[in-house]
Protein backbone atom coordinates (compact mmCIF):
# COMPACT_ATOMS: atom_id res chain seq x y z
CA UNK A 1 0.00 0.00 0.00
CA UNK A 2 1.17 3.48 -1.13
CA UNK A 3 1.81 6.55 1.34
CA UNK A 4 -0.65 9.52 0.71
CA UNK A 5 1.38 12.89 -1.21
CA UNK A 6 0.68 15.97 0.22
CA UNK A 7 1.91 19.27 -0.33
CA UNK A 8 5.89 19.68 0.59
CA UNK A 9 6.35 15.86 -0.93
CA UNK A 10 10.05 16.00 -2.47
CA UNK A 11 10.11 15.12 -6.51
CA UNK A 12 12.59 13.61 -8.88
CA UNK A 13 12.79 14.27 -12.81
CA UNK A 14 14.85 11.83 -14.87
CA UNK A 15 16.59 14.45 -16.81
CA UNK A 16 16.37 17.15 -13.45
CA UNK A 17 19.78 18.09 -11.84
CA UNK A 18 18.09 19.02 -8.44
CA UNK A 19 15.16 17.57 -6.42
CA UNK A 20 11.87 19.35 -6.99
CA UNK A 21 9.10 19.93 -4.76
CA UNK A 22 5.11 19.40 -4.66
CA UNK A 23 2.94 22.43 -4.06
CA UNK A 24 -0.68 21.55 -3.28
CA UNK A 25 -3.44 24.35 -2.96
CA UNK A 26 -6.48 23.38 -0.91
CA UNK A 27 -8.63 23.25 -3.63
CA UNK A 28 -9.39 19.84 -2.81
CA UNK A 29 -9.98 20.62 0.73
CA UNK A 30 -8.59 17.86 2.12
CA UNK A 31 -5.70 18.09 4.61
CA UNK A 32 -3.69 15.60 7.00
CA UNK A 33 -1.56 18.75 8.57
CA UNK A 34 -1.03 20.22 4.83
CA UNK A 35 -3.39 20.03 1.53
CA UNK A 36 -3.51 16.40 0.14
CA UNK A 37 -2.84 16.09 -3.67
CA UNK A 38 -5.03 14.07 -6.55
CA UNK A 39 -3.88 13.52 -9.49
CA UNK A 40 -4.82 16.79 -10.91
CA UNK A 41 -1.87 18.52 -9.43
CA UNK A 42 0.14 18.17 -12.38
CA UNK A 43 0.29 22.27 -13.62
CA UNK A 44 3.74 23.63 -13.62
CA UNK A 45 5.17 25.97 -11.63
CA UNK A 46 2.01 26.27 -9.92
CA UNK A 47 1.96 22.23 -8.80
CA UNK A 48 5.32 21.23 -9.88
CA UNK A 49 8.34 23.21 -9.05
CA UNK A 50 11.78 23.32 -11.48
CA UNK A 51 14.26 20.86 -11.48
CA UNK A 52 17.36 23.00 -11.70
CA UNK A 53 18.59 22.38 -14.65
CA UNK A 54 17.55 20.07 -17.30
CA UNK A 55 19.76 17.83 -19.65
CA UNK A 56 16.87 16.50 -21.99
CA UNK A 57 17.65 16.99 -26.17
CA UNK A 58 13.68 16.97 -26.26
CA UNK A 59 13.81 20.30 -24.21
CA UNK A 60 13.99 23.53 -26.72
CA UNK A 61 16.27 25.04 -24.64
CA UNK A 62 18.59 22.87 -24.09
CA UNK A 63 18.62 21.30 -27.97
CA UNK A 64 19.44 25.29 -28.80
CA UNK A 65 22.57 25.43 -26.59
CA UNK A 66 23.90 21.95 -27.43
CA UNK A 67 23.37 22.85 -30.82
CA UNK A 68 25.29 26.54 -30.78
CA UNK A 69 27.65 24.13 -28.65
CA UNK A 70 28.81 22.15 -31.60
CA UNK A 71 27.11 18.98 -30.19
CA UNK A 72 28.24 19.51 -26.15
CA UNK A 73 25.86 18.92 -24.25
CA UNK A 74 24.50 22.30 -22.23
CA UNK A 75 21.77 21.94 -19.24
CA UNK A 76 19.91 25.15 -19.45
CA UNK A 77 16.92 25.65 -16.57
CA UNK A 78 14.40 23.31 -16.02
CA UNK A 79 10.54 24.80 -17.13
CA UNK A 80 8.37 21.91 -16.15
CA UNK A 81 5.38 20.66 -18.98
CA UNK A 82 3.43 18.62 -17.63
CA UNK A 83 0.01 18.50 -19.58
CA UNK A 84 -1.50 15.37 -18.45
CA UNK A 85 -2.36 14.45 -14.87
CA UNK A 86 -0.15 11.88 -12.50
CA UNK A 87 -0.95 8.27 -13.45
CA UNK A 88 -2.05 6.08 -12.19
CA UNK A 89 -3.65 7.91 -8.64
CA UNK A 90 -5.13 5.48 -6.16
CA UNK A 91 -7.76 3.67 -7.41
CA UNK A 92 -10.05 4.10 -4.54
CA UNK A 93 -9.92 7.19 -2.56
CA UNK A 94 -10.95 10.20 -4.37
CA UNK A 95 -10.13 13.77 -3.10
CA UNK A 96 -12.01 16.62 -4.48
CA UNK A 97 -13.81 13.81 -6.97
CA UNK A 98 -10.44 13.02 -8.24
CA UNK A 99 -7.99 9.94 -7.78
CA UNK A 100 -5.96 10.55 -4.52
CA UNK A 101 -1.84 10.64 -5.49
CA UNK A 102 0.31 7.87 -4.10
CA UNK A 103 3.88 7.85 -3.79
CA UNK A 104 3.61 5.21 -6.98
CA UNK A 105 2.11 7.68 -9.20
CA UNK A 106 3.83 9.16 -12.50
CA UNK A 107 4.04 12.21 -14.06
CA UNK A 108 5.43 12.96 -17.79
CA UNK A 109 7.10 15.89 -19.35
CA UNK A 110 6.44 16.62 -22.19
CA UNK A 111 10.36 17.30 -22.78
CA UNK A 112 11.36 13.22 -22.40
CA UNK A 113 11.30 13.58 -18.32
CA UNK A 114 9.82 10.87 -15.54
CA UNK A 115 8.71 12.98 -12.28
CA UNK A 116 8.89 10.60 -9.51
CA UNK A 117 7.71 11.29 -6.09
CA UNK A 118 10.96 10.90 -4.01
CA UNK A 119 9.32 11.72 -0.64
CA UNK A 120 5.77 11.89 -0.17
CA UNK A 121 5.29 14.68 2.58
CA UNK A 122 3.90 12.57 5.66
CA UNK A 123 4.77 8.85 6.41
CA UNK A 124 1.34 8.14 8.48
CA UNK A 125 -1.90 8.09 5.75
CA UNK A 126 -1.63 4.96 3.70
CA UNK A 127 -3.62 4.74 0.50
CA UNK A 128 -4.10 1.59 -1.98
Do not use: R, Y
Not at 46 to 56: E, Y
Amino acid sequence: MGQLVCNGAMLKCSFGLAPGTLLVLPASQVMTAVPDANIMDNKPIVNIAPFGMCTSLANPLVAAATAAALGVLVPMPCIPMTAAPWAPGSPTVLLGNMPALNNASKLICTAGGVIEICMPGQTTVAVP
